[in-house]
């Protein structure tokens, strides 16, 4: 919905929207009415054409203590996320992300962001960073650019979980 408001607040057309961002005019529809999958590469180009950055679209807590977390979409594929930071943080974004198997982003993105850190609560994550695959398990982390592509999913048949901490 809130890309639906941002596209309409600013006199932008479905047609102009999905051509710029290589997409359906159908597709668009259904992104804002969130009936469709939308992989993370793609939701950063809708946002991309409509001026405004990913976290824009999220509902931050407005209290100190998080509980569990607020729901979150950034895209793509057989995923639950959850904002796990509060309003008033300015320097970094934590997210927790439960994949079932064979979710995960559905293509390769970066974010305008310094560094991100993952860590795998539960079950196993296949990270591809610039072409480097690194496979994590249970307790594993890794750190990489923002800026360098990457791409993620459980490769599991179980259900797997990572925290992300984006700086």
């Known amino acids: 919905p809130k890309l639906r408001s941002t596209r309409?607040?600013?006199?932008?057309?479905?047609?102009?929207?999905?051509e710029q961002a290589g997409v359906t005019k159908g597709f668009i529809s259904l992104a804002e009415?969130?009936?469709t999958r939308v992989s993370v590469p793609v939701l950063l180009r809708i946002c991309e054409v409509l001026g405004i950055t990913i976290g824009s679209l999220f509902t931050y807590p407005?209290?100190?203590?998080?509980?569990?977390?607020?729901?979150?979409?950034?895209?793509?594929?057989?995923?639950?996320?959850?904002?796990?930071?509060?309003?008033?943080?300015?320097?970094?974004?934590?997210?927790?992300?439960?994949?079932?198997?064979?979710g995960g982003s559905d293509g390769a993105y970066?974010?305008?962001?310094?560094?991100?850190?993952?860590?795998?609560?539960?079950?196993?994550?296949?990270?591809?960073?610039?072409?480097?695959?690194?496979?994590?398990?249970?307790?594993?982390?890794?750190?990489?650019s923002a800026?360098?592509?990457?791409?993620?999913?459980?490769?599991l048949t179980t259900e797997s979980q990572v925290m992300w901490v984006i700086s």
């Not at 309409?8 to 999905?18: E, R, Y």
């Not at 209290?63 to 979150?72: S, Y």
């Not at 591809?128 to 398990?137: A, H, P, S, T, Y």
């Not at 800026?147 to 490769?155: G, K, L, S, V």
């Open 8 to 18: 309409v607040d600013q006199g932008l057309s479905v047609t102009f929207v999905a």
């Open 33 to 35: 009415r969130g009936k």
């Open 62 to 102: 407005d209290e100190p203590i998080v509980h569990g977390g607020i729901p979150l979409y950034m895209g793509g594929v057989d995923l639950q996320e959850y904002l796990l930071t509060p309003h008033d943080e300015k320097w970094v974004q934590v997210m927790r992300t439960t994949m079932q198997p064979g």
């Open 110 to 144: 970066t974010l305008e962001a310094e560094s991100i850190f993952v860590v795998v609560l539960q079950g196993q994550l296949s990270l591809d960073v610039g072409g480097e695959v690194r496979i994590l398990d249970t307790g594993d982390s890794t750190t990489f």
């Open 147 to 155: 800026r360098t592509p990457h791409n993620w999913f459980n490769p």
